[in-house]
DNA sequence: ATTTTGTTTGACATTTTTGTCAAACGCAAA
DNA sequence: TTTGCGTTTGACAAAAATGTCAAACAAAAT
């Protein structure tokens, strides 16, 4: 019943090297091997703390999803009007897609590999909530009018796609990492008036 | 000096078969067993004709990247006005993304594992013709004047996120399979009156 | 000081995947 | 028929990656 003062959890340790790898280099078939140098441990470390490689990557990607998630409620669910809620979050995907700019593209090849999504019961209560949202704008004037998914997939594609897709964009379009990244910081109001109309 | 008449060239359908477990079915690390199981041939061919896994897989890629840049370059450098064209990279799009749903961000792992993008002359002489039109058109009032290099990422954003991303989205947005086939359908209006001004 | 408990390690076994090779095969030319 | 040649095969070797285990270790509890 100790928990190891000395230095930050081994088990942690694990978690956030994986995490680094898999979202943030974008080595989505690292070894045990390469994870466990990375973080400086004896790979059988891995296997104590998590049982199986599959077991650590599954517990690294429900992490994600988890706080991903948390992070994206906390916004749809606040008080403010949507168009600062969709500001709100351009902000957040962006800085957090400094850090982790493959986060995305691991869920689309787990997802894909029999990998369900956990959570339906409240990401379906927080869609409702923003169609709703939506809806209300369209009503008002404010959003032109279209089926709110529509309008919620233009909005996700504009935010997302950029960032995901860096690595070939960036080489294909021929721009500079920092070139990358002011294109990027404009985006925001781009989207922005892409998906309001003028006042 | 033979090649074969009684079936397909062995060599190329190892290549499809490789082609469709990546780009169509996103298992972008199937084993060589797999993918000549999949192809009805003994997995020793695959070093016959292509000496290792790496070499084929590096062949696979390039051939559709080839295939898609000369695709791309077919509407560009056609002489139809800039309004149309984006119309039938629309259409090409969504029809071969139907069989290769995979293809980006295939290319966005390897990008991203030192594979190089091959082709920097003639993607650079295509941007430009494209850019040069799209300051035409802004020019003439037709597109909300911006950089050339964000209408881009604009319009293949919305073109190409959805598609790419069609497992996760699907899943988490509660569509049925037929259900996303016909949002993606409805895309195409949607997206053109995003990217232009109506008239 | 000794025991206990949870952690860490290296050596080893197993499994999975890839690569090699000689022999068999089939077909067309000599 | 036989010879030559590209293709195909299965058995085998090699390599890479994962998983297991007993023993060492270190710190707290007795």
Chains 1, 2 share one sequence.
Not at 32 to 61: C, H, K, M, P
Not at 70 to 97: A, G, H, N
Not at 170 to 183: I, N, V, W
Request: proline share 4%; charged share 30%.
């Amino acid at each position: 019943m100790s928990a190891k003062i000395t230095e930050l959890d081994t088990e942690q340790l694990i978690k956030d090297t994986a995490r680094r790898i898999f979202f943030g280099e974008g080595r989505f078939n690292a070894t045990t091997q390469e994870i466990a140098d990375a973080a400086g441990v004896n790979r059988t470390l891995i296997n104590y703390y998590f049982r199986s490689r599959d077991n650590l990557f599954n517990t690294v990607f429900e992490d994600a999803q988890k706080q991903e998630h948390e992070r994206t409620e906390s916004i749809v669910f606040s008080t403010k009007p949507l168009k600062e809620k969709i500001m709100d979050y351009l902000d957040l995907y962006f800085e957090q897609s400094k850090e982790f700019p493959y986060l995305e593209i691991y869920m689309v090849t787990q997802m894909n590999q029999g990998c369900a999504y956990k959570d339906h019961e409240s990401m379906s209560r927080l869609l409702d909530k923003f169609y709703l949202e939506i809806a209300v704008e369209m009503d008002k004037g404010n959003i032109t009018k279209m089926r709110p998914e529509q309008f919620m997939l233009n909005f996700i594609s504009l935010t997302c796609f950029p960032v995901s897709m860096r690595p070939l964009l960036q080489e294909t379009m021929g721009f500079t990492p920092d070139g990358f990244d002011r294109l990027i910081e404009e985006r925001k109001q781009i989207i922005m008036d892409l998906l309001f109309k003028p006042e």
